[in-house]
């Protein structure tokens, strides 16, 4: 059985498509620092992916938050949450069922209270579907970096050692180069008369 590749996309992600009415935001404790966040209803965040399964985390201010998600415009699944005066951070707010390998399309509506977007982690069998993620973040939730890009870590190795190779033996031919031209310069000097190597005839 393959094994999974776990993706991440921040909140601001191009990829990521939102309604007119979400704003930017952020805090440190969030990824990033940032959010994309809404205090209206009806409002749609959309996000089209190949993968086995998608998750939203979001944050959480002190008051009741509810929104909808559905992939592929079927079972719509309700979050709602009253986190009792207390701000929460990279809470998970929606997780889909197991899904074919194949382009789904999840569609998030606002429904009531502030909701704060934060991440999106999606899950693929193929490498590659997004680009990894390389942060603390993602390494504590064991985020699986792509086959390929471990592969490339040792082409890029020899192309630096190949590199500095290359510029050593640059440099040793400009020396010898130079070296040379010396050499020539100053035989070529030595053959020039000079007023003290002139004889002066005696009278």
Partial sequence: MTSPFTYLLDDSDPRILY??????????????????????????????????????????????????YEVDGTTTSKFSMDPKGERRYRVLFYESPALSHKKHTLVATSEGGRVIIDYITITSTLPNTFSACVTELCSSMNVSASTSTTSAAPANVGAIVGGVFGGFALVGLLYVIWRLCRQEAIRSDAMIPRPYDVGVAQT
């Fill in 19 to 68: 309604s007119l009415g979400w704003l930017r935001g952020g805090l440190p404790p969030e990824f990033n620092g940032s959010t994309t966040y809404t205090d209206s209803r009806n409002e749609t965040m959309t996000v089209t992916f190949v993968g086995t399964s998608i998750s939203v985390f979001g944050s959480i201010t002190n008051s009741t938050v509810t929104s909808t």
